[in-house]
């Protein structure tokens, strides 16, 4: 089965969604990359464009396989497109109907041995699997930011997922030249459960002017040897993606350790997302990054 898969559909070009198509491509499978509308896969295309640039100014890859990689990647406009795909990776915005409503539409379009699966950071595998019509060709493979660059991958099962379906999503996470951890489908899995947690926690030492956002990361990178602080891996992340997972915890869970913290969660209605709007705990619109607390 896992030899099958050579064309690979992702839903999604957003920062996630672009990574992924940016790896296939560079595993040589065909990829079609969906969004809302074209100016959103353009935008996306433009982010692998760079991406891949940069790999090559790095000696990582060479000129020639930039080019072949591009080749491979074809935007989709409709999700009927991807009618033709062995393997589609959901990678839309973190909100479960958001993603439910893409797995319904999707299932209309898709080849009956077509494997769904999901990149969701958090939400139940098993849930989003039983909207489908494939529970047992549904599986989440979710994938560490920045994807060309992170060596994990998390394989998560719910509880219909074949085992054909897990061997060929190993294959094929082998094939991209990474290396997985199998989690339970539990809420927001292993590394988000550890990791979420630690930032929301690092937002709340923020809040209660315990430090500044200076010097909460410089204590982490420094004191932890965390390559990153947590409020700039925050930024990375994108603050709704990191209200959406603690939201996940918290509900999945029923514990108050897991409450989202105020302050994220008015960074957020601020529209102040992190990297990709421009602001986060870091405004990133000058020539440096300048903490906005
Ligand atoms: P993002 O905001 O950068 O991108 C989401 C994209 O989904 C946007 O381009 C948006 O236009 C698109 N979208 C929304 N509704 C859609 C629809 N109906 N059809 C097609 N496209 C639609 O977010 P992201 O960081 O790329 O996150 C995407 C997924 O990856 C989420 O499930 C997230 O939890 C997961 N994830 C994120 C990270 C991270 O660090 N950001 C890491 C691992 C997994």
Known sequence: MAGKIKKVGVVGAGQMGSGIAHVC??????????????????????????????????????EEVRQQALAHIKPAEKL????TCDLVIESATEKEDVKRKILIDLCQNLKSEAILATNTSSIS??????????????????FMNPVPVMELVELVRGIATGDETFEASKAFVANLGKTYAVAEDFPA????????????????TLYEGVGSVESIDTAMRLGARHPMGPLELADFIGLDTVLSVMQVLHEGLADSKYRPCPLLVKYVEAGWLGRKAGRGFYDYRGEKPVPTR
Do not use: C, W
């Open 25 to 62: 491509a560079l595993a040589g499978y065909d990829v079609l990359l969906n969004d809302l509308n074209a100016e959103r896969i353009k935008a996306g295309l433009a982010t692998i464009n760079g991406n891949l640039a940069r790999q090559v100014s790095k000696g990582t890859i060479s």
């Open 189 to 204: 899995f292993m590394v988000n459960r550890i990791l979420l947690p630690m930032i929301n926690e690092a937002i709340y």
């Open 125 to 142: 595998i098993t849930r989003l699997a039983a909207v489908t019509d494939r529970p047992e060709r549904f599986i989440g493979i979710h």
């Open 80 to 83: 009927t497109d991807l009618a």
